[in-house]
């Protein structure tokens, strides 16, 4: 076992954001932690860094406690690309990170390996986004983690530097254990072997890519209606700017039915809804 | 300690890759040397000793305050600084860091005023009192330093910075910095000794002439140190348990 929470709870004054969590990452693959903003992500994360400590309940890292700096030698963060100290060359960047570690990878190597040997003597500052994604993301693996935490790894990148990043991921995950926080579901399909969804501070599901892929498959059936018979298989009606959304596990379905029943619709949509949505359904919100 | 040193480079590296930082903060210090004391007590060699010991000790303080007050401000602001927290060291290391750095630019600063008063006026030092100035100017330093730290824990980076720019004037003025010993307006006489840039500017003053400090000054020097320490630890605890706990 490289990591866990046993029943884990973490109030900010009235807010709960962690409400009896317990999590295990045992070693190897890489899990998705997956949910909408607000759902207690980066909590249970900071608490796995040991940038938190829990209101009740334990935490333990590579055997320790997290907020021992000790537990955190094998262990690699993304800082969040935006405040990469923009002065600092990249080559820098990597180099101070690398000291804190006993046994780092050589500057040159991670800066090869994550295509960034080019830009070593570029100060952070003048890089793109997508190329201080990339460094945000090395620097996690310069200490020769054991375990990865990556938090939203590529939000923001488009799509082709976000595939590229992807490759190199999964190419250092077959040596490391990743934890991994996304938005997007594809993000997830891509890289993870187990999805753990989280949802007001609880788990709400734990279990394969395929099996979570299941459970969030609802579509956004979008039209302007004036008049609505009762529907099968709708899980939600939205009523905004005129239009008529409903969100069903079955669209193919939906529609079949709506033509079936003769609705007089026009302005049809189909469009997969977003995790966030498919959430909010599925918990009842 | 090794983590401690790397800490101080980058900070420096990253201090100094902004020139017009370093300059700004060696600036002003230098020009009230050439625009106050060079030109009116350039060559009474008592009085532009003092004079420059003056500027020694209000370059210290701008340096303290802002360094500290708005560089912490602006790195609690900075997602980075969390980041550095996650690594495998404690928060020692970079609290350290930045105090090392703090004097080296404190040092940066002086070095202007230092040279200014050697070349175009008639102060004279030793270099034994040299020595010793710089001594008490680090313990000087101290209820600046504090006071620094005590604004960028405690406020957010814009507060912090007027804070800082409101409270440096009225402590220079009204510790007496800008005037020779004695020499102050009368109010300005009366209200130094309770002001901890009158305590800190008279040690450099005796370190460095025939100056006898105050018991007042001194007593006054060791509460404003120990009030400004408690509150910037104050300040430090209520910062980590809002963000680190």
């Known amino acids: 076992m490289l990591a866990r929470t046993v029943e884990v709870t973490k109030r900010f004054g009235d807010t709960l954001a962690l409400d009896h969590v317990s999590l295990d990452i045992p070693e190897g693959g890489v899990v998705g932690l997956l949910g909408p903003n607000g759902a207690g992500k980066s909590t249970l994360l900071s608490l796995f860094v040991g ?12 055997g320790g406690d997290p907020r021992d700096p000790a537990s955190r030698r094998r262990i690699g963060v993304t800082p969040q690309e935006t405040s990469l100290p923009g ?32 830009l070593a003597k570029r100060q952070t500052g003048g890089l793109s986004g997508g190329q201080r994604r990339r460094l945000a993301v090395a620097l996690a693996f310069a200490g020769r983690p054991k375990l990865v935490f990556l938090d939203e790894p590529t939000t923001g990148l488009d799509v082709q530097a976000r595939r590229a990043l992807w490759d190199t991921v999964r190419e250092f995950a077959t ?62 009606v939205e009523h905004a700017d005129g239009r008529t959304s409903l969100l069903t596990p079955d669209a193919d379905e939906l529609v079949r039915e709506l033509i079936h029943k003769d609705v007089q619709f026009h302005g049809l949509q189909v469009q997969p809804t977003t995790l966030e949505e498919a959430f909010l359904t599925l918990t009842g919100k | 300690m090794s983590l401690v040193l ?32 060079v030109p009116f007590a350039g060559d009474d060699p008592v009085g ?25 401000a602006d790195d609690r602001a900075q997602p980075w600084s969390t980041y550095v927290r996650t690594l495998p060291a404690g928060p020692g290391a970079a609290f350290t860091g930045r105090i090392l750095t703090g004097l080296t630019m404190m040092g940066i600063s002086l070095v202007p005023v230092v040279i200014i008063g050697w070349l175009f006026t008639a102060a004279t030092a030793t270099p034994l009192q040299l020595l010793l100035a710089l001594g008490v100017v680090v313990l000087g330093a101290l209820p600046f330093t504090f006071m620094g730290l005590a604004i960028g824990y405690w406020l957010p980076t814009k507060a ?31 209200i130094a000794p309770y002001l901890p840039t009158r305590g800190a500017v008279e040690l450099v003053w ?10 007042t000054s001194m007593i006054a020097l060791v509460a404003w140190t120990v ?11 209520r910062d980590e348990g809002e963000r680190f706990s």
Do not use: K
């Open chain 2, 160 to 190: 912090a910075l007027a804070v800082a720019q409101i409270t440096f004037f009225p402590l220079a003025f009204g510790g007496g910095l800008l005037s020779a010993p004695g020499d102050a307006p009368g109010f300005v006489e009366a």
């Open chain 2, 227 to 237: 009030a400004m320490a408690a509150l910037a630890a104050w300040a430090y605890h």
């Open chain 1, 87 to 118: 002065t600092l060359r990249v080559r820098e960047c990597v180099a101070f990170v690398a000291a804190h570690h006993p046994d780092p990878v050589p500057v040159g190597e991670l800066l090869e390996r994550f295509g960034l040997a080019d």
């Open chain 1, 51 to 62: 940038l938190r400590r829990p209101t009740s309940g334990t935490v333990e890292l590579l």
């Open chain 2, 48 to 72: 532009a000793t003092y004079a420059t010991a003056s500027m020694v000790m209000f370059a210290v303080m701008t340096s303290s305050l802002f360094t500290y007050g708005v560089g912490v």
């Open chain 1, 175 to 236: 040596e490391n254990t990743v934890v991994l926080t996304s938005h997007y579901l594809e993000e997830i399909e891509a890289l993870a072997d187990r999805v753990v969804v989280l949802g007001d501070g609880r788990i709400l599901a734990d279990d394969t890519v395929a099996a979570i892929r299941g459970m969030v498959g609802i579509h956004r059936v979008s039209l302007v209606v004036d008049d609505l018979p009762a529907l099968n298989g709708v899980v939600s």
């Open chain 2, 206 to 215: 005796a370190a460095v002439g025939d100056f006898r400090v105050s018991a």
């Open chain 2, 6 to 37: 790397t800490h101080t480079r980058y900070r420096i590296i990253e201090t100094v890759r902004i020139p017009v930082a370093v300059l700004g903060g060696a600036f002003f210090p230098a020009a009230s040397m050439l625009f106050f004391v």
